[in-house]
């Protein structure tokens, strides 16, 4: 199986030093000579996803509009609207984007003016987020933070330079509405591709109650209430907590013993989708033999860690939240909520083949189908817990950059304990609960080191807002904008503090990051 992967080139980022030692700053002066040019944007601009797409009444306040008029741009219209949609035997009534789950894929070139117009058509406000995109702070979509949220019935208009390429998403960051329909697939597609395959295919994970077992909000009220000891679940429609999981110092942690290791989730959802397809009406996309494949898989669950396999097939992860790795090769894949992996496979057996993203800890998957041209074959069984799931897996803190050693020496070094458990149901970082916390102050340009230390049984996917940082302090730790820390571990991330503004830094559980797992980094 090694052998039979045929030669290919990686992406080195020699063209700038911002990933070099992924200094930002010639993203900050860009940006910084867009401001000063409030020129009209003289460029085709190309309107990909609604021709109908009218300008709204204009920017809100705080906007950046001006673009550098050399700059193409690319426009789009997102309007977050309640849609009922079919998900195998339940009718949900949610929220999404443009009326489809996943929203509208999103393309852009990098270097180019990214530009979304949105309409909100919901009966609350909501933001948009550009996850893992290093935006000006105005644009990160934080609601109260960077911006007031968009009101009901009002516009938006979000508009930036898009810096880097890779694979990302857009979501809503108001509340608990990410566990609702509020997500898409943002592709940035390099100025030069320099992967060779011969086809691709975006892969969107998601855990899903809404509609189905009450709200998101009811399964907040839920985990709160259990928390309390207060196990008021006799309807039994709700998602059930298992209840685990202990305070730091209560010496009932669970042994270290395998890492990573099998948890279960605090919250069991009732279906587990992949592009908005259940189990039961999947996903499906084709392939032929010889052919090379690349997967860009998203994790935009809200509670849910899931591991990839593809029945019959080996997996080269090659991309890990949109910056290139040291390929590796596995079988299994483990993505936690906000990372996203890129993958090329090698399809070399023909046949229909389901690819299974097993929600861990539970008895329950989500599901899509590769079929290959020309293949009249039936499906290959599929079982929650495919072989390959025992294989070897594949997870961010085996991966290397392929930027090579780097020295870090911190200007500042932070000691950031993560801490909160099922009991209260109050997440921590720094002993601080969000919105009763303090905001983390760094001087632009500072090298920061954060050392995040995870004192609680669940594992916590930390995201960070405006800035990649570097993984580890081992030689070649990977570029990311995500870090899945798992129980009692300490891993620390460097970052150089040059994109000024407030940005939040949390846990990409939602139900932890709306219980206090979040701090502002104010960067000044
Ligand atoms: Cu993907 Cu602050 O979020
Ligand atoms: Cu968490």
Redesign the pocket.
């Known amino acids: 199986m090694q052998n039979s992967w045929p030669s290919f080139t990686l992406r080195r980022y020699t063209r700038r030093s911002m990933f070099g030692l992924f200094s930002l700053s010639v993203l900050t002066s860009v940006l910084a000579a867009c401001r000063q040019s409030p020129t009209t944007d003289t460029a085709p601009s190309a309107t990909l996803s609604t021709p109908s797409a009218q300008p709204t009444t204009g920017p809100a306040r705080g906007t950046l509009t001006a673009t550098a008029s050399h700059t193409a741009a690319r426009t789009y219209s997102v309007e977050p609207v309640f849609a009922e949609l079919e998900l195998g035997p339940h009718r949900v009534r949610t929220f999404t984007y443009n009326g489809q789950l996943p929203g509208p894929e999103l393309r852009v070139r990098e270097g180019e003016v990214l530009r979304v117009f949105v309409d909100n058509r919901l009966p609350e406000p909501t933001t948009i987020?550009w996850?893992g995109i290093p935006v000006p702070n105005t644009m990160d979509g934080v609601p109260d933070v960077t911006q007031p949220a968009i009101a009901p019935g009002t516009q938006f208009t979000y508009e930036f330079v898009v810096p880097v390429a890779g694979t990302y998403f857009y979501?809503t960051?108001v509340g608990l509405q990410l566990d609702r329909g509020l997500y898409g697939a943002l592709i940035v597609e390099p100025q030069q591709e320099t992967l060779s395959y011969d086809r691709e295919v975006t892969l969107v994970l998601d855990d899903w109650l809404d509609g189905i077992v009450g709200t998101p909000e009811d399964a907040l009220r839920q985990l709160v209430r259990a928390g309390h000891g207060d196990h008021g679940m006799g309807h039994g429609t709700m998602p059930m907590p298992p209840g685990m999981g202990t305070m730091p110092g209560t010496g009932m942690m669970p042994p270290l013993g395998g890492f990573p290791q099998e948890l279960p989730p605090d919250l069991l959802y009732p279906l587990y989708v992949i592009n908005g397809r259940p189990i039961d009406a999947p996903f499906q996309f084709t392939g032929k033999r010889g052919e090379l494949l690349r997967l860009r898989v998203i994790n935009a669950a809200s509670a849910t860690i899931f591991r990839v396999v593809l029945v019959g097939h080996r997996l080269r992860v090659v991309h890990a939240d949109g910056q290139p790795v040291e390929p590796l090769e596995g079988d299994a894949l483990r993505i936690g909520m906000?990372e996203r992996y890129d993958v090329l496979v090698q399809l070399d057996h023909p046949g229909v083949w389901p690819l299974v993203a097993w929600a861990e800890g539970t008895d329950a998957t989500a599901l899509a189908i590769l079929r290959y041209k020309g293949s009249s074959g039936s499906l290959a069984p599929v079982t929650t817990r495919p072989s390959e799931l025992a294989g070897e897996l594949l997870h961010g803190l085996r991966l290397r950059s392929v930027n090579g050693e780097r020295a870090f020496t911190p200007d500042i070094e932070l000691p950031l304990v993560l801490s909160g458990g099922m009991g209260q149901y109050v997440w921590t970082i720094g002993g601080q609960a969000y919105p009763n916390a303090e905001p983390i102050r760094v001087k632009l340009g500072q090298r920061v080191r954060f050392r995040l230390q995870n004192m609680t049984t669940m594992p916590h996917p930390m995201?960070l807002?405006g800035h990649f940082f570097r993984v580890g302090q081992y030689p070649q730790g990977t570029l990311r904008d995500t870090v899945l820390i798992d129980p009692m571990q300490e891993i620390t991330i460097d970052w150089v503090a040059d994109n000024p503004g407030h940005w939040?830094f949390?846990c990409?559980h939602l139900y932890h990051q709306e219980t206090g797992m979040m701090r502002i980094i104010e960067v000044s």
């Open positions: 987020h996850h979501h960051h906000g995201h807002h939040a949390h990409h």
